[in-house]
């Protein structure tokens, strides 16, 4: 085996302490399938250069290791604020952008510098290799000269050193420094540069890099996943998504429009990188354009042998041949592309929650939660069974109101009201027949 292999399979085995080997598997097959330089673009804010700079060296390390090359781009804001201070140059901005004249300009440039290469060096001394590239990638035009001085706005990304640095399994650093045709140093905001980078090479990951570690809700807690085709309208409607938070979910939305269907943004800690990356459950938001999520009430509006195809490989199991005739639904929630589908059938007062599905190339990407959140919010009651070791247990705890242990059955519910309904709940759900040509589970 070469040294390469094993320090591979060695990651591999340390990341089992974060996440089942199958699930690192799966998401190490599915990276390595993508041209290297459609992996990751990640975005590092100046304050996790400041504050958190051996996680992210560690981070981009073990991506390394395992046969990753990210692209890495990065601001310094809160570096050159101190340094402004320090020489007595005044911050200024407007709309939102650090007015540059040229004595700024000359601190920008300065920064810039010793942030790409105080981070190229601290990667080097791992024995990480990586280049500093601050020029020949993004070439500027001045935005409005009178307006906000040397401040440029991406013109045209030459790719030709990021590839070349790939290509030799370096990691590339890039600063938001751009350059005019005619040669000029311009100050480019960081997310502006990011978000042309990504559009430039439409990477399967956009990773944002923060010290909150993802994006928060009114409770300050972290948002796991959205699914923007069914959760966005809704989201903007929050009355604590303002200010910046609203622009980064707009600005997302905006670029995951531009991007392959496959694309999706990422949201979290350096230190958790790899958790989010390569684990279900992940740590941090997870951001996809995502599928629309469909109902009807019928088999008959269903392509039955997709449903069927899903059902079977989720389950690894046959299900019955006369599964749809024997089993007349009350809802089925599906995405478009059959990769997720819920299952209702009538009961007396609630609903039974018959089938739960999502294919594994769609684990990870949240898509079985919008699925879910779009069903929750149509059935206020709704009961369900499911085997003991069923993996996808912990997430029913999350989404339940309680749940009954009987034999080799759990049976979970919500929104049922006092003892009669949960006797009847639990009834129902162990004499139900298998509905798989082995034993069934949910």
């Known amino acids: 085996m070469s040294t390469d292999s094993q320090v591979r399979d060695t990651i591999v085995r340390l990341l089992s302490n974060i996440g089942s080997a199958k699930e690192i598997q799966q998401y190490l097959k599915r990276f390595s399938q993508r041209d290297a330089s459609r992996f990751a673009v990640v975005k590092v804010g100046g304050a996790i250069l400041r504050d958190d700079l051996e996680a992210l060296v560690s981070s981009l390390g073990f991506l390394q290791q395992v046969g990753l090359t990210p692209i890495v781009i990065h601001g310094a804001g809160p570096q050159l604020d101190a340094e402004l201070a320090a020489e007595k140059l005044r911050?200024?901005?407007?709309?939102?952008?650090?007015?540059?004249?040229?004595?700024?300009?000359?601190?920008?440039?300065?920064?810039?510098?010793?942030?790409?290469?105080?981070?190229?060096?601290?990667?080097?001394?791992?024995?990480?290799?990586?280049?500093?590239?601050?020029?020949?990638?993004?070439?500027?035009?001045?935005?409005?000269?009178?307006?906000?001085?040397?401040?440029?706005?991406?013109?045209?990304?030459?790719?030709?050193?990021?590839?070349?640095?790939?290509?030799?399994?370096?990691?590339?650093?890039?600063?938001?420094?751009?350059?005019?045709?005619?040669?000029?140093?311009?100050?480019?905001?960081?997310?502006?540069?990011?978000?042309?980078?990504?559009?430039?090479?439409?990477?399967?990951?956009?990773?944002?890099?923060?010290?909150?570690?993802?994006?928060?809700?009114?409770?300050?807690?972290?948002?796991?996943?959205?699914?923007?085709?069914?959760?966005?309208?809704?989201?903007?409607?929050?009355?604590?998504?303002?200010?910046?938070?609203?622009?980064?979910?707009?600005?997302?939305?905006?670029?995951?429009?531009?991007?392959?269907?496959?694309?999706?943004?990422?949201?979290?800690?350096?230190?958790?990188?790899a958790k989010e990356l390569f684990t279900h459950r992940g740590s941090g938001t997870l951001v996809r354009k995502g599928k629309r999520i469909c109902r009807t009430d019928s088999w008959k509006g269903l392509d039955r042998p997709k449903l069927r195809k899903l059902l079977e490989s989720s389950f690894g199991k046959k299900l019955q041949a006369n599964y749809f005739k024997e089993n007349p639904p009350s809802a089925i929630y599906y995405s478009e592309d059959y990769r997720a589908a819920l299952v209702l059938l009538p009961v007396q007062g609630a609903a039974y929650l018959d089938k739960f599905a999502v294919a594994d190339d769609a684990q990870g990407e949240g898509l079985g939660t919008a699925a879910w959140s779009v069903m929750r919010q149509q059935h206020p009651k709704l009961f369900w069974r499911s085997r003991r070791n069923n993996p996808v247990n912990a997430f029913y705890q999350q989404v339940s109101d309680g749940c009954i242990k009987s034999g080799h059955w759990t049976v979970f519910w919500y929104g049922l009201q006092g003892v009669a309904e949960i006797q009847q709940a639990l009834d129902y759900c162990l004499a139900k027949k298998a509905s798989f040509l082995e034993v069934d589970a949910v």
């Open 91 to 273: 911050k200024r901005t407007v709309d939102g952008l650090r007015v540059t004249g040229k004595p700024v300009l000359k601190v920008v440039r300065r920064v810039c510098l010793q942030e790409n290469l105080r981070l190229v060096e601290a990667l080097q001394v791992q024995g990480i290799r990586a280049v500093s590239l601050n020029s020949g990638v993004l070439e500027a035009k001045v935005l409005d000269m009178k307006k906000y001085g040397y401040v440029g706005q991406v013109a045209r990304v030459h790719t030709e050193a990021l590839f070349s640095a790939i290509q030799s399994g370096s990691i590339p650093v890039i600063s938001s420094l751009g350059e005019t045709d005619d040669g000029q140093i311009v100050n480019i905001n960081a997310d502006w540069a990011a978000n042309a980078l990504v559009k430039k090479l439409q990477p399967y990951k956009i990773i944002f890099l923060t010290s909150t570690g993802g994006l928060l809700d009114g409770n300050q807690r972290i948002i796991d996943s959205i699914n923007l085709s069914t959760d966005y309208a809704g989201l903007l409607k929050q009355p604590w998504l303002h200010s910046g938070m609203r622009v980064k979910i707009e600005q997302i939305a905006e670029l995951l429009e531009a991007l392959p269907s496959d694309s999706s943004v990422s949201i979290t800690k350096p230190s958790e990188l």
